[in-house]
């Protein structure tokens, strides 16, 4: 079974009389443990994608089929606890809690599942080693760099070991020395199994992953496997 199979997807917005047509009938599969870029120029339905990917919206038309499960047409109290469990977001922006410290950020997943308080301090200090922040746990997203703030939302994303990180311009907020950082986390996370999903706009960011689907003006043009050198 397919980790991802979306089946003409397609999202229109209502813009005054008129519908936008922002995805066009999307199509593709995705298997556990692929590295997959999206890829596409600004306004091309990047994000309109992630968001139905990521389970935060439903598509007008067409199927999406989660490990198995057609998710396409479900109301928001049904998609929550799916989007809770399968799904780990990493932003551009990073979204985190300015007010709580980095274990907290990353605890945080953990409380909204009930872990006890022990079991949120061991996880979420072990995701943020993972993620090369272990001497860190007591800082707030404003005592950290970017570069730190984003490896903070990726050791909240993989902390509830989640079958699918989807980031959407992980690096755009990032100079490039933070940026490839970030980026070798992904492909570390990759290696040791962890399907990643990244949005991006730039060619070589996507070049970290080990396929490129190319997305045009609503519809996929392209899909090619990277050769790594
Ligand atoms: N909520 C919305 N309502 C109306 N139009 C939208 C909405 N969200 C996105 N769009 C339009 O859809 C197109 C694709 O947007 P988006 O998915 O954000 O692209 P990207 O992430 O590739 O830059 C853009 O033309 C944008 O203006
Ligand atoms: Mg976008």
Redesign the pocket.
Known sequence: MALIELDQIRKS?K?GNED?E?LQGVSMTLDQGEYVAIM???????????HILGCLDVPSAGHYYLLGQDVAKLQESRLAPIRRKQIGFVFQSFNLLGALNALENVALPLLYQGASAHEQRSRATEALNQVGLGDRLHHRPNQLSGGQQQRVAIARAIVTNPPVILA?EPTGNLDSHAGQEVLGIFSRLHLAGQTVIM?T?DAQVAHHADRIVE?RD?NVVASQEVTHA
């Open positions: 917005y813009m936008l922002v596409g120029p600004s306004g091309s339905g990047k994000s309109t994608l992630m959407d949005i706009h997305i609503g």
